[in-house]
């Protein structure tokens, strides 16, 4: 088993920037990507990022990768998400989430088999 505590979120006013955090812990060798999605209300679950906890490659959707940078610290098995010039429409709740398999399919929360319980982020205008 896997757990993942998302934290950073909050309430920030529009250009302004937060960073996420995603600790993992118990079996993290059973997972090699780690990701970062989004959902609004209403919404389908959005791909943000990805990364591989050995190599540290990246994946983006194209919606943001000019914002939000992914990065991760091994020592404390930890994946940040960077979100700086925040706008409305960013504001969802955010998730991390820890799995393993094909690359062709790690945008896809099915993907995913560790989920954290989520962290509400609400940018104002």
């Known amino acids: 088993q896997v757990q993942l505590v998302d934290s950073g979120g909050g309430l920030v006013q529009a250009g302004g920037s937060l960073r996420l955090s995603c600790a993992a812990s118990?079996?993290?060798?059973?997972?090699?990507?780690v990701g970062w999605f989004r959902q609004a209300p209403g919404k389908e679950r959005e791909f943000l990022a990805a990364?591989?906890?050995?190599?540290?490659?990246?994946y983006y959707a194209d919606s943001v990768k000019a914002r939000f940078t992914i990065s991760r610290d091994n020592a404390k098995k930890t994946v940040y998400l960077q979100m700086i010039s925040l706008k409305p429409e960013d504001t969802a709740v955010y998730y991390c989430?820890?799995?393993?398999?094909?690359?062709?399919?790690?945008?896809?929360?099915?993907?995913?088999?560790?989920w954290g319980q989520g962290t509400q982020v609400t940018i104002s205008s």
């Open positions: 989430a820890a799995g393993a398999g094909l690359e062709s399919l790690n945008r896809s929360p099915s993907f995913y088999s560790y």
């Open positions: 118990g079996r993290t060798d059973s997972t090699y990507y």
């Open positions: 990364i591989t906890w050995s190599t540290g490659n990246t």
